[in-house]
């Protein structure tokens, strides 16, 4: 058979891929009759398809190329390495120079005591991970009856059986078996969708509650931990009121209940600082990586463990691991990552300078007829389309028909935005520049523009 290249024809490409390629969260033969966008090489913040469009990645891939695309110091890292080590197992006794030098760095960067680093190949894998981490725990502290995890709904946590169980996506749940048992879930924190009958600061505090409520339902001494993302990524960035974390924390202590914060996308700057769980001053048992971790480079996640969870662990044979737990190759390109995060200041420029600068520019996007709500921290925001922004409505559509709408004018646009339900998201590169930062958001308000138009012909609003 003939192996395309990145220059050979869309038409053939888009056949090819449509003849044996499966995509995730894709309907399959829909796609095949319209054809796929292929993407064939990328740089900083900009991506090339196969057209020859160059098209500004609103989103980092999906949530991941913190430092941007084409770095070759990334690439000169996996090079070495796989001259040097290109595979070798952390079982049976054994490490290798890149796990033990990036577990020793995450150790450094991870707050307080955060101090022990079990890897895996992705975040659905790290929580995987977690979730057998955490009931282990307590079955070595002779309490083997805590078992039940809280979770959210309209969390995201991965795709893998435990992880999408730990995840509360009901159209997941739907297809394959899950959740599976132990796992219970409670409400969001999601003030625009669920909460508008009372302030966002009480509203907080109700959803952080309803913790509380679950805790005591359950008994406390059956439940082992409290998973969630700082920052519900996949759920539509929603970003918690400021009442919300602080009452989660008090609760979590006040069981003895571990906290997982899944940092999966919130991690390596995403937030403004290097953990979601320092902008939220949230201090986890546990911490949840991937993604940033290698600016999706390769593909690694893993979990960062208190020395309080790690001391318990270590006693124990934890009958758990991937063969590519700690690979040397992702390894050493995390590891090179994270010095051109840390060498360039790249968090501390997110913080001081393009996060205020993006705030100012995405929130001016608030006065468009569509736009009801705009929310955004750091290098990751939201807004939500509604037809009248007074009540909050929806549209005279399925949930997520004006989202697609407003998303396929982003594309026409050359911009990628993510829509979640009729919540347009952006999660740009860390490395945006101001100039490109202007580029987005003129982008995104005419795509808002053509989609209003659309919308109205159709009757929708
Ligand atoms: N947790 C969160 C918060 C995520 O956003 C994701 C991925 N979007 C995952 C876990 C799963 O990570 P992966 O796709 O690498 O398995």
Same mark, same amino acid.
């Given at each position: 058979m003939t192996i395309l290249t990145p220059n050979s024809p869309t038409a053939e490409l888009q056949a090819l891929d449509a003849a044996h390629h499966m995509h995730p969260f894709t309907q399959g033969v829909e796609l095949a009759e319209k054809g796929a966008r292929i993407i064939t090489r990328a740089d900083g913040c900009w991506l090339t398809d196969s057209d020859g469009n160059r098209i500004l990645d609103g989103m980092a891939g999906l949530w991941c190329v913190n430092i941007g695309y084409g770095r070759t110091e990334l690439a000169d890292a996996a090079h070495r390495q796989m001259l040097d080590l290109p595979f070798y197992n952390t079982f049976f006794q054994t490490s290798h120079v890149p796990a033990l030098n990036l577990a020793a760095k995450l150790a450094e960067l $991870?707050?307080?005591?955060? *101090?022990h680093v079990f890897f895996a190949g992705s975040g659905s894998e790290a929580n995987d991970t977690n979730l057998r981490m955490v009931r282990t725990y307590w079955q070595e502290k002779g309490?083997?009856?805590?078992q039940v995890i809280i979770s959210r709904w309209?969390?995201? &946590?991965?795709?893998s059986v435990g992880s999408g169980s730990l995840g509360g996506m009901k159209g997941m749940h739907?297809?394959?078996?899950?959740?599976?048992?132990?796992i219970h879930h409670i409400d969001q924190p999601h003030w625009w969708a669920e909460?508008?009958?009372?302030t966002p600061e009480a509203f907080g505090l109700e959803r952080a509650q309803a913790l509380e409520t679950a805790i005591l339902e359950i008994g406390p001494e059956k439940v082992a931990a409290f998973i969630a993302e700082p920052v519900q990524g996949a759920g539509g960035v929603i970003i918690p009121p400021d009442t919300y974390w602080p009452e989660i924390q008090r609760i979590v202590d006040k069981y003895d209940i571990l906290l997982i914060a899944?940092?999966?996308?919130?991690?390596? /700057?995403?937030?403004? *600082?290097?953990f979601g769980s320092e902008t939220f001053g949230i201090k986890p048992d546990i911490m949840t990586v991937a993604k940033g971790l290698s600016s999706g480079y390769q593909p690694i996640g893993a979990s960062i463990v208190s020395d309080k969870v790690a001391s318990v662990i270590g006693n124990?044979?934890? *009958?758990h691991g991937y063969?590519?737990? /700690?690979h040397p190759v992702a390894c050493a390109v995390a590891l090179e990552n994270l010095r051109i995060l840390e060498e360039e200041g790249i968090v501390e420029r997110v913080r001081n300078e393009t996060a205020p600068y993006l705030k100012e520019r995405f929130e001016?996007?608030?006065? &468009?007829?569509?736009?009801?709500e705009v929310k955004i921290v750091g290098m990751m925001g939201s807004l939500a389309l509604t037809p009248d922004k007074a009540t909050r409505a929806a549209f $005279?559509?399925?949930?997520g028909t004006a989202g697609f709408i407003c998303r396929e004018r982003c594309f026409a646009n050359n911009l990628i935005m993510r829509h979640v339900g009729d919540r347009m998201v952006i999660s740009p590169?860390?490395?945006?520049?101001k100039e490109e930062i202007d580029t987005l958001v003129t982008r995104a308000r005419l795509s808002l523009d053509e989609a209003l138009e659309r919308l109205q012909k159709d009757g929708l609003m």
């Open positions: $991870a707050p307080v005591d955060l *101090n309490q083997p009856e805590r309209n969390a995201y &946590h991965g795709s739907a297809q394959g078996g899950m959740p599976i048992p132990g909460g508008g009958y009372s899944d940092e999966v996308i919130c991690g390596f /700057g995403r937030t403004g *600082n290097w124990t044979e934890f *009958n063969t590519y737990s /700690g001016s996007l608030a006065d &468009h007829p569509l736009v009801g $005279a559509a399925d949930a590169p860390l490395v945006i520049s």
